[in-house]
T-cell receptor, first 114, second 114 residues
C-alpha cells in the first residue's frame, strides 16, 4: 500500500523565518510527487516533481525530490502571514496497466505569526 | 475559466436519505477522482475514473458509488448516508497524459449527516 508521511504535523513561526517541510514516501511505480497549499478551501497546486525534474522554485518557495532516499522537502523563505496554510504532499504511482492513483500525506499546518 | 465545479457546497441531510454530489470539469480531462478529508486523516481517495465508463475503488469506497457516463461529469452517490460519512469532499481532475499542473480540485462539499 502506498504511503506518504509528512513532518512536522504542525509548525508555528514568525514572519521572516525560513521553514522546511518534509515528505517521505513509499510507492509502487513512482510517477510524480506533488505539493499543494490548502487554505480555507480547495488545495491549490504548487509543484510537481518527477524523475526529470527534481528541483523546482517559484518565488520564495522551492522544493527538491530525492528519489534515492524517497523524500521531498518544501522550503519557504522569508515567510509571510499569507503563507499560513496546510501544506499537502501527494505521491502519484501506477496501480496497474495505465491506471495511477494519488496518495496524500496528512499535511503540515503552518502558522506564520506577525 | 478552467475549473472543477462541485455542488452543493454545503449539505445537511438525515441518515438513510440518498444524495448525490455533482462534479463537472471543463478541461476535457480524462482522469477524475473523489476524496474525503477528515481531521487527522488527511485526504483519502474514495473512487477514481480513468475515462468514460472506467471507474475503480480508491482507499475508502464503502458506502459510496460513482458513475462516469460523460467525460465532464463524475457524480458521487451516497445511497444510504450514515453519520460517519460526515466529511469534507473534494472532486479533482487531471489530464491522463502528463499534466504539469497536477490535479485541479473543486471547491469542496461539506456534508453533515445527522
Amino acid at each position: 500500500e502506498d504511503k506518504v508521511v509528512q513532518s512536522p504535523l504542525s509548525l508555528v513561526v514568525h514572519e521572516g523565518d525560513t521553514v522546511t517541510l518534509n515528505c517521505s514516501y513509499e510507492v509502487t511505480n513512482f510517477r510524480s510527487l506533488l505539493w499543494y497549499k490548502q487554505e480555507k478551501k480547495a488545495p491549490t497546486f504548487l509543484f510537481m516533481l518527477t524523475s526529470s525534474g527534481i528541483e523546482k522554485k517559484s518565488g520564495r518557495l522551492s522544493s527538491i525530490l530525492d528519489k534515492k532516499e524517497l523524500f521531498s522537502i518544501l522550503n519557504i523563505t522569508a515567510t509571510q502571514t499569507g503563507d499560513s496554510a496546510i501544506y499537502l504532499c501527494a505521491v502519484e504511482g501506477y496501480s496497474g496497466g495505465s491506471n495511477y492513483k494519488l496518495t496524500f500525506g496528512k499535511g503540515t499546518l503552518l502558522t506564520v505569526n506577525p | 475559466e478552467a475549473q472543477v465545479t462541485q455542488n452543493p457546497r454545503y449539505l445537511i441531510t438525515v441518515t438513510g436519505k440518498k444524495l448525490t454530489v455533482t462534479c463537472s470539469q471543463n478541461m476535457n480531462h480524462e482522469y477524475m477522482s473523489w476524496y474525503r478529508q477528515d481531521p487527522g486523516l488527511g485526504l483519502r481517495q474514495i473512487y477514481y475514473s480513468m475515462n468514460v465508463e472506467v471507474t475503480d475503488k480508491g482507499d475508502v469506497p464503502e458506502g459510496y458509488k460513482v458513475s462516469r457516463k460523460e467525460k465532464r461529469n463524475f457524480p458521487l452517490i451516497l445511497e444510504s448516508p450514515s453519520p460517519n460519512q460526515t466529511s469534507l469532499y473534494f472532486c479533482a481532475s487531471s489530464a491522463e497524459e502528463w499534466d504539469p499542473y497536477g490535479y485541479t480540485f473543486g471547491s469542496g462539499t461539506r456534508l453533515t449527516v445527522v
